[in-house]
């Protein structure tokens, strides 16, 4: 597949200022960053487009170079004294543009590849880990912290996560400690320098002379951990929260991976949650319906006393304002909905049956005089089989 033109990936134009094309390559990075698209290649492949381009866009003397003969002009190497377009890795792209990310990049949410930011050296990163937390309503609308035991990677305490026994390291032949290797290509155009991560130390710049017997040189060992995990209020079932750095050690002295928090949501007694608004169904007897009544509805705080108007229909909602599920960004809290039911015995007695029988006939109740719509216990009766 033919390479996309520079300025069309990062969308600016032939006479784009630097800090122009600066800017642009940032918003790409950041969009295509794989920390916040987990295992999209696609994402993966345009987040090193971008920084192809950038690196030929952003050297005056590159730049020129693509002008003037496009791709052809880069002859597969992209850069004077960088990487190779082509064959770039993780490690390539943050060491040589990871200061441009800012701090975008750094504690907002984003664990990074580059960790040292112009060492030149690989930085480890652990895995993640991921859970469920099983909620009832009350924790959800209170917030709550947990406390998760998990069976997770840790840092060797023998060899203080370095892998070695007694800190016995040697400098890497093949790089001579700096974690990266230099090739030279000839080409059309002279002499390419390209570098890449060390395939001896694996960009660590060291090798281990004497393995620590515990964890073999891994530099972990696995072990229970006790999280206290804080949910904020009005999470929903679905919801994925990340811990940062909770998740399993990285080997030796790396980052440490994050802890993802699947939410669950358990089914209360008596409401049922619908987005921010809890709702309660109410049930009410054709005389209380009637009449009215004074009763008492669940809340999360504790039962609170409504009054229910005489002549109530069935079907009418009622809010109290507050009484629901706080919003998770804070913008306010839902209500609580109090759905009218009233219930029609299916079985009567003698006397209630009377009683029924003799409302047939008052015209008090029927809502329509005219009754082309049926006497009021027909209606009911309809209304609820």
């Not at 020129?64 to 002859?75: E, L, N, P, T, V």
Request: glycine share 12%; hydrophobic share 30%; aromatic share 6%.
């Amino acid at each position: 597949m033919s390479k996309r033109d520079f300025y069309d990936v990062l969308e600016v134009s032939k006479g784009a200022a630097k800090d122009e094309i600066k800017k642009a390559y940032r918003k790409k990075a950041i969009q295509f960053h794989p920390d916040k698209n987990p295992g999209n290649k696609s994402a993966e492949d345009k987040f090193k487009e971008a920084a192809e381009a950038y690196e030929v866009l952003s050297d005056e003397n590159k730049k020129a170079r693509y002008d003037q003969f496009g791709h052809a002009g880069m002859s597969g190497a992209a850069s004077g004294g960088g990487f190779s377009g082509g064959g770039m890795s993780m490690d390539d792209i943050f060491s040589h543009f990871g200061d441009i990310f800012g701090s975008g990049f750094s504690g907002g949410g984003f664990s990074g590849f580059g960790g040292n930011r112009g060492g030149g050296r690989r930085v480890n990163k652990g895995s993640n880990l991921r859970v469920k937390v099983s909620l009832t309503i009350e924790e959800i609308v209170k917030g709550a912290t947990k406390k998760i035991k998990l069976n997770k990677y840790i840092s060797c305490e023998s060899c203080s996560g370095s892998g070695a026994k007694n800190n016995d390291f040697s400098n890497c032949n093949t790089c001579h400690g700096s974690g990266r290797v230099t090739r030279v290509q000839s080409t059309i155009l002279g002499q390419m320098q390209t570098q890449a991560t060390c395939p001896s130390c694996n960009g660590e710049g060291k090798i281990i002379k004497s393995k620590c017997a515990s964890c073999n040189g891994e530099g972990l060992v696995k072990s229970d951990d006790i999280v206290e995990i804080k949910i904020p209020a009005g999470v929903e079932e679905g919801m994925q929260l990340s811990v940062s750095q909770k998740g399993n050690a990285a080997r030796r002295g790396g980052v440490n991976g994050d802890l993802i928090v699947l939410i669950e949501e358990k089914p209360h007694k008596h409401l049922i949650r619908d987005e921010n608004n809890l709702i309660y169904e109410l049930y009410l007897s054709i005389a209380d319906a009637a009449l009215g009544i004074p009763v008492e509805v669940p809340t999360i705080e504790g039962k609170v006393k409504i009054k229910i108007e005489a002549g109530t229909q069935p079907g009418k909602v009622l809010r109290l304002r507050g009484k629901g599920v706080p919003d998770v960004n804070g913008y306010g809290r839902g209500d609580l909905l109090v759905y009218i039911n009233v219930w029609i015995p299916k079985v009567l007695s003698k006397e209630e049956r009377r009683m029924f029988e003799k409302l047939q006939t008052s015209e008090n109740i029927i809502p329509n005089p005219d009754k082309k719509s049926g006497s009021f216990f027909n209606r009911m009766r309809d209304m609820f089989n």
